[in-house]
C-alpha cells in the first residue's frame, strides 16, 4: 500500500474534481471512482493523472478493486430524500472495505446544518430532512469506524449559482429575476468546490492536526442582494432580486426540495467561524472569484 494513495468517491462531482486535483498537485496517486470512465469528466480527470476506476458506492465490488493499495479515502455521497438509512448502508459498507483494504485516514465531506446541535428540531418533518439526518448517521458511523477521520461541514455551495444547476436551483435567473424563499434578511455562508479539495487535502497531509475534528468551512458571507450583484457585474446584466410569497412558499416547501433547502439555509451563517477557517492555512475562494473563474458558466 502507498502511503499517498487515495480513493476518491464520486470523483466526477465538484467536491470529488477539487478534491483530486489538489491531491494530484500534492503528489498523490488518486482513484477516482466514476460511474463512466468514458464521460468528458471522467477523461479530463485522468488527463490530470487519475486512475479511473470504473464504479458507484452502491456496487461493493467495485469499491473493493478501487480501495486496493489505498492508505486514505475521501467521503462524499449524494444524499438521499426518500431512505434515511441509504446513505448508512453504503457507507457501511465501505468503510467495512476500507479497514480490510488497511485504510489509515478518512476525510468525509457532508454539511453545514450538522453544526447546529438542534439541527434535527429545525428540519423537522421538511422535505429535506432525510437527506439532512442521513449525513448526520454517516457521521456517526465514520466516528465510531475505528479508521482515523476528519469531518468537512461546507456551507451553502457556489455553484447553485452557476451553470448547470443553477437552472434547478433559481430557474428564474435565466431572465433576470434571482427568485427565491429565503428569508430578504438571510445571508449565505457560501463555499467554493475548490476550498473543500484543499481542506481535504490538508487534512490528507498533516492528519494528526486534523484528526478527529468536525469542520465548518465556507468562503464568506453575503446576503442576497450582494450575491445578486455579483452576478450582475460578471455577467454584465441587471438582476432583480424577489421573494416568493409566504403562502406559496408553505405551499411549495411541502414536496419541493429546492424551496425546502432555502428554508433550511436560513441562519446557517452563524455555524461556521471565518477565524478559525484562516487558521488552517488554506486560501478562500471569495464569490466574486469564483465567479470570475466560471465565467463561461455564469454567462451560460
Not at 483494504?101 to 429545525?122: C, M, Q, R, S, W
Not at 428564474?172 to 434578511?185: A, E, K, N
Not at 411541502?254 to 446557517?268: D, F, K, R
Amino acid at each position: 500500500m502507498s502511503p499517498k494513495t487515495a480513493l476518491v468517491i464520486r470523483a466526477t462531482g465538484s467536491q470529488g474534481k477539487a478534491t483530486t486535483e489538489h491531491l494530484l498537485k500534492a503528489g498523490w496517486t488518486v482513484h477516482a471512482l466514476v460511474r463512466d470512465p468514458s464521460d468528458i469528466r471522467a477523461l479530463n480527470l485522468k488527463i490530470m493523472g487519475a486512475e479511473l476506476h470504473k464504479g458507484e458506492i452502491n456496487d461493493i465490488p467495485s469499491v473493493e478493486s478501487a480501495i486496493a493499495g489505498c492508505s486514505a479515502v475521501f467521503l462524499n455521497q449524494m444524499p438521499s430524500l426518500t431512505d434515511i438509512e441509504e446513505e448508512t448502508r453504503q457507507a457501511g459498507e465501505l468503510l467495512d472495505a476500507a479497514k480490510k483494504a488497511g485504510v489509515n485516514f478518512i476525510v468525509h465531506a457532508t454539511t453545514l446544518p450538522l453544526n447546529d446541535p438542534n439541527h434535527a428540531e429545525k428540519v423537522g418533518k421538511s422535505v429535506v430532512a432525510t437527506a439532512v439526518l442521513g449525513k448526520g448517521k454517516v457521521e456517526q458511523l465514520v466516528k465510531a469506524s475505528g479508521i482515523p477521520f476528519t469531518i468537512i461541514r461546507p456551507g451553502y455551495f457556489m455553484t447553485n449559482f452557476i451553470a448547470p444547476l443553477v437552472g434547478y436551483m433559481f430557474p428564474t435567473i435565466r431572465s433576470g429575476v434571482f427568485l427565491s424563499s429565503f428569508d430578504p434578511t438571510t445571508v449565505l455562508p457560501l463555499v467554493a468546490p475548490n476550498d473543500i479539495g484543499a481542506l481535504a487535502v490538508a487534512a490528507f497531509e498533516d492528519p494528526r492536526r486534523f484528526n478527529g475534528q468536525a469542520l465548518a468551512l465556507a468562503g464568506e458571507n453575503l446576503g442576497l442582494h450582494d450575491i445578486a450583484t455579483a452576478l450582475s457585474a460578471v455577467a454584465g446584466k441587471d438582476l432583480k432580486v424577489d421573494f416568493r410569497s409566504k403562502e406559496d412558499t408553505a405551499k411549495e416547501s411541502a414536496t419541493n426540495p429546492i424551496i425546502a433547502g432555502q428554508l433550511v439555509s436560513v441562519g446557517l451563517e452563524g455555524l461556521w467561524d471565518a477565524e478559525e477557517v484562516k487558521t488552517w492555512g488554506i486560501p478562500l475562494t471569495t464569490f466574486r472569484e469564483f465567479l470570475e473563474k466560471n465565467k463561461d458558466a455564469v454567462m451560460a
